[in-house]
T-cell receptor, first 110, second 114 residues
Framework: GQQLNQSPQSMFIQEGEDVSMNCTSS?????WLWYKQDPGEGPVLLIA?????ELTSNGRLTAQFGITRKDSFLNISASIPSDVGIYFC??????????FGTGTSLTVIP | NAGVMQNPRHLVRRRGQEARLRCSPV?????VYWYRQLPEEGLKFMVY????????ESGMPKERFSAEFPKEGPSILRIQQVVRGDSAAYFC????????????FGNGTRLTVT
C-alpha cells in the first residue's frame, strides 16, 4: 500500500514560535488532507488541498500542495498551547482508500 | 467531529466474545469508512461502505471481522471471538460523495480485550 511519511516525528517548541511539518508519499496524490487529533478524540479536518501548487490558509494554519504532487506542507504560525496534538496528513489512492501519515506530535511549551 | 456518532465510546470484552461497534454518519453522508488505530500509531484503513454495499474491504482481516451499512440504521463493525490483539481504537468516518471528498471522523470506540 501507499507509504506516507511525516517529518518530524515530534516537535517541542516554545509558545509563539512558528511550526513547519511535511508529508511525502511514494506516489502521486490528487488530494491532500491535514488533520489534528487530540488525545482520546477523533481526527479533525484542518485543511483540504485539491490542486498542485495550491496554498490554503485556515487561521494561523497554512498548507501547501507540493508541485510534484508527492508532498505537502503544513505551517502553524505563532503557536499557542491548544495547538498541542498529533497532526496527520492523508491522501486517497486511485481507489477509495484514504491513507494516513505516521503523524507529527506537537508539544508547545508555555 | 460534530455529526459522526460512534458508540460505545469504550468497550471491554473478554477473549472469545463478540464486539459490535456502531457508527451513525453525518446526516446526508452515504459513504462510511472504518479505521483502526493502535497507541502512538496512525490510522489504518479497514473498510469502505456505501449504503448496503461494501466497496473496499482490503484492509479488513479475512477472519472474524465484518462490516455492514444497512439501508436504515447505523454502520456496524463486528468482531467475532475477540483476541487481545484486537484491542485498539476504532474510528468511523463519513463523507458526502466519496470521490476524494474529505472524511469527517467520530470520536472512536476504544476496545479493550481482557
Amino acid at each position: 500500500g501507499q507509504q506516507l511519511n511525516q517529518s518530524p516525528q515530534s516537535m517541542f517548541i516554545q509558545e509563539g514560535e512558528d511550526v513547519s511539518m511535511n508529508c511525502t508519499s511514494s506516489s502521486i496524490f490528487n488530494t491532500w488532507l491535514w488533520y489534528k487529533q487530540d488525545p482520546g478524540e477523533g481526527p479533525v479536518l484542518l485543511i483540504a488541498l485539491y490542486k498542485a501548487g495550491e496554498l490554503t490558509s485556515n487561521g494561523r494554519l497554512t498548507a501547501q500542495f507540493g508541485i510534484t504532487r508527492k508532498d505537502s506542507f503544513l505551517n502553524i504560525s505563532a503557536s499557542i498551547p491548544s495547538d498541542v496534538g498529533i497532526y496527520f496528513c492523508a491522501g486517497p489512492d486511485t481507489g477509495n482508500q484514504f491513507y494516513f501519515g505516521t503523524g507529527t506530535s506537537l508539544t508547545v511549551i508555555p | 467531529n460534530a455529526g459522526v456518532m460512534q458508540n460505545p465510546r469504550h468497550l471491554v470484552r473478554r477473549r472469545g466474545q463478540e464486539a459490535r461497534l456502531r457508527c451513525s454518519p453525518v446526516k446526508g453522508h452515504s459513504h462510511v469508512y472504518w479505521y483502526r488505530q493502535l497507541p502512538e500509531e496512525g490510522l489504518k484503513f479497514m473498510v469502505y461502505l456505501q449504503k448496503e454495499n461494501i466497496i473496499d474491504e482490503s484492509g479488513m482481516p479475512k477472519e472474524r471481522f465484518s462490516a455492514e451499512f444497512p439501508k436504515e440504521g447505523p454502520s456496524i463493525l463486528r468482531i467475532q471471538q475477540v483476541v487481545r490483539g484486537d484491542s485498539a481504537a476504532y474510528f468511523c468516518a463519513s463523507s458526502r460523495t466519496g470521490n476524494n471528498s474529505p472524511l469527517h471522523f467520530g470520536n472512536g470506540t476504544r476496545l479493550t480485550v481482557t
